[in-house]
């Protein structure tokens, strides 16, 4: 199925690291949302950038726009043990459907 | 405020039979889309419905085929099965195009 690359695949940090995951398309985006799966769960919602060279902050969590709308990032600082999961973006294609990336997978280690 | 609910939380099917899953949309949500995860992968989108159509589809066959009731509930059919249609299955509800909420998923096995 059609995806959006997403690199690294896998990424191991120690607790306290930071951590940053990429997304690259080869089209202009109009929006990209990113979602966090927790193993065993479902995605949830994290944030939607829409603007070019957006920058948007949670707590420890940094979310960036490129400013060609081509590509994201999520980086997260000192890491903690709550963070692992698969951090996942989403661009939308067409008017409705959204196109999940292949996910980046997180491990933190204690 | 009940968020995205789902039923049945796991199936399992033999090759050939249908299923049928169910969602319900956080509450004040009108569109529903469906979702297909495998094993290591990110969710592939199949259909959205908002206002009882679908509006749009991804690559999926007619075997897979979907309804929205007038309470914006969603049901999602499957036939045929087979299989490498076992996977995970969500359901996530929106208002617009904002952020969508994903319901906990329904594991289909298809032996």
């Known amino acids: 199925g059609q995806q959006v690359m997403q690199i690294p695949q896998y990424q191991h940090v120690q607790e306290g690291e930071d951590f940053t995951t990429y997304c690259n398309s080869s089209?202009?985006?109009?929006?990209i949302q990113w979602y966090k799966q927790r193993p065993g769960g479902h995605p949830v919602f994290l944030i939607q950038?829409?603007?070019?060279?957006e920058v948007k902050k949670q707590k420890r969590l940094t979310f960036q726009f490129g400013e060609a709308k081509k590509n994201s990032s999520l980086h997260i600082t000192a890491t903690q043990t709550t963070d692992v999961g698969t951090y996942f973006c989403?661009?939308?294609?067409?008017?409705?459907?959204?196109?999940f990336g292949t996910g980046t997978r997180l491990k933190v280690l204690a | 405020d009940a968020g995205v609910t789902q039923s049945p939380t796991h199936l399992i099917k033999t090759r050939g039979q249908q299923v049928t899953l169910r969602c319900s949309p956080k509450?004040?949500?009108?569109?529903v889309s469906w979702y297909q995860q495998a094993l290591g992968q990110g969710p592939q989108f199949i259909f959205q419905?908002?206002?009882?159509?679908?509006?749009q589809r991804g690559n999926f066959p007619d075997r897979f085929s979907g309804h929205q009731f007038p309470n914006y509930s969603s049901e999602l059919n499957v036939n045929a099965l087979l299989l490498g249609d076992s996977a995970l299955y969500l359901c996530?509800?929106?208002?617009?195009?904002?952020?969508?909420?994903f319901g906990p998923g329904t594991r289909l096995t298809v032996t």
């Open positions: 950038l829409v603007k070019s060279g």
């Open positions: 509450s004040g949500h009108d569109t």
């Open positions: 989403a661009e939308r294609s067409g008017t409705y459907k959204y196109i």
């Open positions: 996530a509800s929106s208002r617009t195009r904002n952020e969508q909420y």
């Open positions: 419905y908002y206002e009882e159509e679908e509006r």
């Open positions: 089209t202009t985006l109009s929006n």
